[in-house]
């Protein structure tokens, strides 16, 4: 059972790119395949089958398993120990901080 659902935020806390640590994402769907469909047309290997989420952030950076160059993409998969949720009022607030930073 996940901790997360759909649409639900989270903090990358753990990547293979740390140009993702950090990175807030909106996770899309729960999967265990060994090939993972990112719904933009790209795709990824999970070749343990670790339950993993499929990401949705506006610079995500990720690797082409076949080709082994690093890109740019707005979708990707994570592992679900590598998020941490974002619950509660911490939209609200850094909604705030944005606003506050205009």
């Excluded at 993409?73 to 592992?79: D, E, Q």
């Amino acid at each position: 059972m996940s901790k997360f659902k759909p649409g639900d935020l989270a903090l990358v806390i753990k990547a293979n790119h740390e140009e993702n640590i950090g990175k807030i994402v909106t996770l899309i769907r729960f999967t265990s395949e060994s090939v993972i469909d990112c719904g933009d047309g790209s795709k990824t290997i999970n070749p343990d089958n670790l339950t993993c989420w499929v990401i949705q952030h506006e610079e995500l950076v990720t690797t082409n398993e076949l080709l082994g160059f690093k890109y740019q993409s707005f979708t990707g998969a994570c592992p679900e120990s590598w998020l941490m949720p974002l619950r509660g009022d911490f939209q609200h607030e850094q909604e705030k901080e944005e606003e506050f930073a205009e």
